[in-house]
């Protein structure tokens, strides 16, 4: 069976994409390959970054592997907080954090339009591949559902009357973008 590093510090998607990848193919996390050291994202762009995540777990392992970037983009926003999502209440800080701070920022705007943006990395014997997945929906008001992480109590995807925090991750992982951009990666694989 193939094999690979998923290059992620984020257990949560470990989760998800373990569900999504199902047994044809074997994920291995970093604590097993003995990495503990906090993987650099310093790029620019969402692309930019899952390919910067890939590319310093192969160099050091000499191991097939790949990286997801994900970006949550807010069309009031100018596209903010994308690829600052992570840290967009200051670095550190937590889901609760960035959503106060995303709701604060949009709680004059009428334009409620948001999407997320997801690109994975794969190499495999030195070749660098990529693929996207996106999912259009919006901002809500108010928190709604406890599941997933991140920023999925205030997104509602378009014709979904529920976030993606009322959803369980089967549901979620159906449309999401990561979703989205982990099943191109399979159709890859499996045609390669
Ligand atoms: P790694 O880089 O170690 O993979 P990370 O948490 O830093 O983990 P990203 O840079 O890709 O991941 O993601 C940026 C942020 O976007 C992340 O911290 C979440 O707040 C948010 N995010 C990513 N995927 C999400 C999802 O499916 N639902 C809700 N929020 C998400």
């Given at each position: 069976m193939d094999k690979f590093v998923f290059a992620t510090n984020n257990l949560h998607k470990i989760e998800e994409i373990q569900q999504i990848i199902g047994t044809e193919f074997e994920i291995i996390g970093l604590e097993e390959i003995g990495c503990k050291e906090e993987i650099p994202e310093t790029q620019n762009t969402i692309a930019g970054n899952a390919l910067q995540k890939a590319r310093f777990i192969y160099d050091k392992y000499q191991i097939n592997c790949f990286a997801d970037d994900t970006g949550l983009e807010v069309e009031a926003l100018n596209g903010e907080p994308g690829v600052y999502s992570a840290r967009y209440a200051g670095p550190g800080r937590s889901f609760e954090d960035n959503i106060q701070k995303l709701l604060?920022?949009?709680?004059d705007k009428s334009n409620r339009k948001a999407r997320f943006?997801?690109?994975v990395a794969l190499i495999i014997d030195n070749k660098e591949y990529l693929f996207e997945?996106?999912?259009?929906?919006?901002i809500i008001h108010d928190k709604k559902g406890n599941s997933g992480f991140g920023y999925d109590p205030i997104f509602k995807p378009e014709n979904s009357d529920?976030?993606?925090a009322e959803m369980n991750s089967e549901e979620k992982n159906k449309i999401s973008h990561r979703g989205k951009a982990m099943q191109k990666l399979i159709q890859f694989l499996k045609n390669s």
């Amino acid at each position: 069976m193939d094999k690979f590093v998923f290059a992620t510090n984020n257990l949560h998607k470990i989760e998800e994409i373990q569900q999504i990848i199902g047994t044809e193919f074997e994920i291995i996390g970093l604590e097993e390959i003995g990495c503990k050291e906090e993987i650099p994202e310093t790029q620019n762009t969402i692309a930019g970054n899952a390919l910067q995540k890939a590319r310093f777990i192969y160099d050091k392992y000499q191991i097939n592997c790949f990286a997801d970037d994900t970006g949550l983009e807010v069309e009031a926003l100018n596209g903010e907080p994308g690829v600052y999502s992570a840290r967009y209440a200051g670095p550190g800080r937590s889901f609760e954090d960035n959503i106060q701070k995303l709701l604060f920022e949009l709680k004059d705007k009428s334009n409620r339009k948001a999407r997320f943006l997801t690109v994975v990395a794969l190499i495999i014997d030195n070749k660098e591949y990529l693929f996207e997945g996106i999912i259009n929906g919006e901002i809500i008001h108010d928190k709604k559902g406890n599941s997933g992480f991140g920023y999925d109590p205030i997104f509602k995807p378009e014709n979904s009357d529920f976030t993606f925090a009322e959803m369980n991750s089967e549901e979620k992982n159906k449309i999401s973008h990561r979703g989205k951009a982990m099943q191109k990666l399979i159709q890859f694989l499996k045609n390669s």
